[in-house]
């Protein structure tokens, strides 16, 4: 278990203030927050690689505030992985054991359980300005994991790599943590990673953290205007996704069921971008899959756009400019047709 | 990345030409030192022992105030790289001035700290080290005017080092020191023997700054100087030839081993 107690980190800029969190063994935690909100930074001081000005840290029930990094059993992997360029991926994995002066059998043994774990074996003499995002990153992960840390941070570790790469690591960071439970503090700051892997997340943001919870309470309760932004213009639903007998793929939540394309099955999230919607006053004929009826609730005036919160339900969150808007005279309490594609629903 | 040698416009054939005035303006008075020379009176030059000797003598000087410049600067290249603090910018401005200040200059200030009078030269005294006219004072004079080019050309290797792969050394349980030795040294390991060879050959070619403090023993430029002033230009020159020739040879070696293997 980890606990930070009121931290303060001046950032020059800004500063993070009252910084309190507690994650449990084996969590998973997610700390969400926007980009330039001090999250590599928190990270770095629960390391102990950046300076506390105030406040404490405690692992396991000790207090580590003052201990200096190499003491404290917490490994760290940065965005874009920094890895060591003068050793090869084996070099890298292996850099904490033989600080460490481990026997070489146990080298060979933790080098054989990571490159399998990670599915790594072929690149171990590979330079790392050889490898591939991907690869880099499992690298990465493994020489993080070598020294069998108390906690693992992940400093975004998702967003250095490009879309089809990042959607299978994000199952593979939840099937590894799954498998090895090593306490693990994630940031990020997207908001749909945060709701797939985090049994927690906390919203850092303007200095502090908002908001703690589990992931349907940060986005079906935001307790403040900062924690709604992140969940709002977002439509994430959580549900299943099955096949229905004539083979197609649906989406299923407590009152819907949206057409999607996926190879996943379970239960899961899905996601429609809200300016993926179009708004019409009578049924669409085209060729989207997902078409359907609902009131207009609510209207968020956001300048030369609009969010129109339509009820099915559920409520969908639907982008409209100001002049289509007017063109098609939407008003509240106004039934519409919103029409999407199945393509358009992201399943995570 | 290969780029075609030669593209023929107004603006690259001007600059060919202005770099060829210079170039040659490099390479002509040297090849033609070299070339006009008697082989024969060369080769005796070669196998004069007062040549051999101070020729010797200079690359032994100069090598020996690398290695204090490396012990000395390469902490201080670090510190200038890793961390700000108020007046920074003065003092690498000041770790420069050795460049910029006339060496005779430099080498009276020199004999004024460490002359047999100073407190430094007594203090030097009673463990034994004399700087005036000794190896140690070609040594000072050498460090003195060469010194900025090992703290400039390591603080720019270090620089290059990202700060965070010394953090994730530190979280995998290196020490402060592990991290330096194992990770930013390596990195920077070649802009700091580039940065030594450069200090070498600056030492090698000092040549007032050293005879303030030690004319004698003489060093190569002293000699072939002395004998420029007693005998005249034809008995000068061969020595000239042969300090250049070793030169040259020693930094195409040098060049070739740093450089060996940076092109994958």
């Given at each position: 278990?980890i606990q930070v107690?009121?931290l303060y980190v001046d950032l020059?800029?800004?500063q993070l203030?009252?910084i309190n969190l507690t994650v449990?063994?084996?969590e998973y935690f997610i700390v969400l927050g926007p980009t330039g909100a001090g999250k590599t930074v928190l990270l770095e001081s629960i390391a102990g690689l950046y300076p506390v000005?105030?406040g404490?840290i405690w692992l396991?029930?000790?207090?580590v505030t003052?201990l200096?990094p190499?003491?404290r059993n917490i490994s760290i992997v940065y965005q874009d992985h920094v890895?060591?360029?003068?050793?090869?991926?084996?070099?890298?994995?292996?850099?904490?054991?033989?600080?460490?002066?481990?026997?070489?059998?146990?080298?060979?043994?933790?080098?054989?359980?990571?490159?399998?774990?990670?599915?790594?074996?072929?690149?171990?003499?590979?330079?790392?300005?050889?490898?591939?995002?991907?690869?880099?990153q499992?690298?990465a992960l493994?020489r993080a994991l070598?020294?069998?840390p108390e906690v693992l941070l992940l400093d975004e570790p998702l967003s250095a790599?490009?879309?089809?790469?990042?959607?299978?690591?994000?199952?593979?960071l939840?099937?590894?943590?799954?498998?090895?439970?090593v306490t693990t503090i994630h940031v990020t700051h997207d908001?749909?990673e945060a709701?797939?892997l985090g049994?927690h997340i906390a919203v850092l943001g303007?200095g502090c953290i908002?908001?703690?919870?589990?992931?349907?309470?940060?986005?079906?309760?935001?307790?403040?205007?900062?924690?709604?932004?992140?969940?709002?213009?977002?439509?994430?639903?959580?549900?299943?996704?099955?096949?229905?007998?004539?083979?197609?793929?649906?989406?299923?939540?407590?009152?819907?069921?949206?057409?999607?394309?996926?190879?996943?099955?379970?239960?899961?999230?899905?996601?429609?971008?809200?300016?993926?919607?179009?708004?019409?006053?009578?049924?669409?004929?085209?060729?989207?899959?997902?078409?359907?009826?609902?009131?207009?609730?609510?209207?968020?005036?956001?300048?030369?756009?609009?969010?129109?919160?339509?009820?099915?339900?559920?409520?969908?969150?639907?982008?409209?400019?100001?002049?289509?808007?007017?063109?098609?005279?939407?008003?509240?309490?106004?039934?519409?047709?919103?029409?999407?594609?199945?393509?358009?629903?992201?399943?995570? | 990345?290969?780029?075609?040698?030669?593209?023929?416009?107004?603006?690259?054939?001007?600059?060919?030409?202005?770099?060829?005035?210079?170039?040659?303006?490099?390479?002509?008075?040297?090849?033609?030192?070299?070339?006009?020379?008697?082989?024969?009176?060369?080769?005796?030059?070669?196998?004069?022992?007062?040549?051999?000797?101070?020729?010797?003598?200079?690359?032994?000087?100069?090598?020996?105030?690398?290695?204090?410049?490396?012990?000395?600067?390469?902490?201080?290249?670090?510190?200038?790289?890793?961390?700000?603090?108020?007046?920074?910018?003065?003092?690498?401005?000041?770790?420069?001035?050795?460049?910029?200040?006339?060496?005779?200059?430099?080498?009276?200030?020199?004999?004024?700290?460490?002359?047999?009078?100073?407190?430094?030269?007594?203090?030097?005294?009673?463990?034994?080290?004399?700087?005036?006219?000794?190896?140690?004072?070609?040594?000072?004079?050498?460090?003195?005017?060469?010194?900025?080019?090992?703290?400039?050309?390591?603080?720019?290797?270090?620089?290059?080092?990202d700060v965070r792969l010394e953090k994730v050394s530190r979280t995998l349980?290196?020490?402060?020191?592990?991290?330096?030795?194992?990770?930013?040294?390596?990195?920077?390991?070649?802009?700091?023997?580039?940065?030594?060879?450069?200090?070498?050959?600056?030492?090698?070619?000092?040549?007032?700054?050293?005879?303030?403090?030690?004319?004698?023993?003489?060093?190569?430029?002293?000699?072939?100087?002395?004998?420029?002033?007693?005998?005249?230009?034809?008995?000068?020159?061969?020595?000239?030839?042969?300090?250049?020739?070793?030169?040259?040879?020693?930094?195409?070696?040098?060049?070739?081993?740093?450089?060996?293997?940076?092109?994958?």
């Amino acid at each position: 278990m980890i606990q930070v107690k009121n931290l303060y980190v001046d950032l020059g800029d800004f500063q993070l203030q009252d910084i309190n969190l507690t994650v449990d063994e084996g969590e998973y935690f997610i700390v969400l927050g926007p980009t330039g909100a001090g999250k590599t930074v928190l990270l770095e001081s629960i390391a102990g690689l950046y300076p506390v000005k105030s406040g404490q840290i405690w692992l396991r029930g000790k207090e580590v505030t003052s201990l200096e990094p190499e003491k404290r059993n917490i490994s760290i992997v940065y965005q874009d992985h920094v890895l060591f360029p003068h050793l090869s991926a084996a070099e890298n994995i292996l850099f904490g054991l033989k600080i460490h002066r481990r026997p070489k059998q146990e080298l060979v043994k933790v080098l054989d359980w990571l490159s399998d774990l990670l599915g790594i074996a072929h690149i171990m003499d590979r330079s790392p300005d050889t490898l591939s995002g991907g690869e880099r990153q499992k690298v990465a992960l493994a020489r993080a994991l070598s020294t069998k840390p108390e906690v693992l941070l992940l400093d975004e570790p998702l967003s250095a790599l490009d879309p089809e790469t990042r959607e299978g690591v994000q199952k593979e960071l939840r099937q590894l943590h799954n498998q090895l439970k090593v306490t693990t503090i994630h940031v990020t700051h997207d908001f749909e990673e945060a709701i797939a892997l985090g049994d927690h997340i906390a919203v850092l943001g303007e200095g502090c953290i908002k908001q703690v919870g589990t992931p349907e309470q940060i986005f079906h309760q935001p307790n403040s205007e900062f924690v709604a932004h992140f969940a709002m213009a977002r439509n994430i639903f959580t549900g299943e996704v099955v096949e229905r007998d004539d083979g197609s793929t649906v989406f299923r939540t407590e009152d819907t069921e949206l057409e999607v394309v996926t190879d996943l099955r379970g239960k899961l999230h899905a996601s429609v971008r809200p300016e993926d919607i179009l708004i019409s006053p009578e049924p669409l004929r085209s060729t989207a899959r997902n078409s359907f009826c609902g009131t207009i609730t609510h209207i968020a005036d956001r300048g030369s756009t609009l969010y129109l919160t339509v009820n099915l339900p559920p409520d969908f969150i639907c982008l409209v400019t100001r002049r289509s808007c007017e063109e098609m005279r939407l008003t509240k309490g106004q039934k519409v047709y919103i029409t999407f594609k199945a393509s358009a629903v992201h399943i995570f | 990345m290969v780029k075609k040698w030669f593209a023929t416009n107004n603006m690259t054939i001007t600059f060919i030409l202005l770099g060829g005035i210079i170039f040659l303006f490099i390479i002509v008075p040297l090849l033609k030192m070299i070339v006009a020379s008697d082989p024969k009176i060369l080769l005796d030059t070669a196998l004069d022992s007062e040549v051999i000797n101070s020729i010797g003598l200079t690359l032994y000087a100069a090598l020996i105030a690398t290695v204090i410049g490396f012990l000395l600067g390469v902490p201080l290249a670090y510190l200038l790289a890793r961390f700000d603090f108020p007046g920074k910018n003065l003092v690498e401005g000041l770790i420069d001035v050795p460049i910029v200040v006339p060496h005779i200059a430099a080498g009276i200030a020199l004999l004024f700290v460490f002359g047999r009078s100073s407190l430094a030269g007594k203090a030097f005294n009673l463990i034994g080290i004399d700087f005036f006219d000794s190896i140690a004072g070609i040594v000072i004079a050498m460090l003195f005017v060469s010194i900025p080019f090992m703290i400039d050309s390591a603080k720019e290797g270090f620089k290059k080092v990202d700060v965070r792969l010394e953090k994730v050394s530190r979280t995998l349980g290196a020490s402060p020191w592990q991290a330096f030795f194992k990770i930013s040294i390596p990195l920077a390991w070649r802009s700091i023997v580039a940065g030594g060879v450069m200090m070498w050959a600056r030492g090698i070619s000092e040549f007032a700054a050293v005879i303030i403090l030690a004319y004698h023993p003489m060093v190569a430029s002293t000699l072939i100087y002395e004998r420029f002033e007693t005998y005249g230009l034809d008995y000068a020159r061969p020595a000239a030839v042969l300090l250049i020739l070793v030169c040259l040879i020693s930094f195409i070696v040098l060049r070739l081993l740093l450089y060996r293997g940076q092109k994958t």
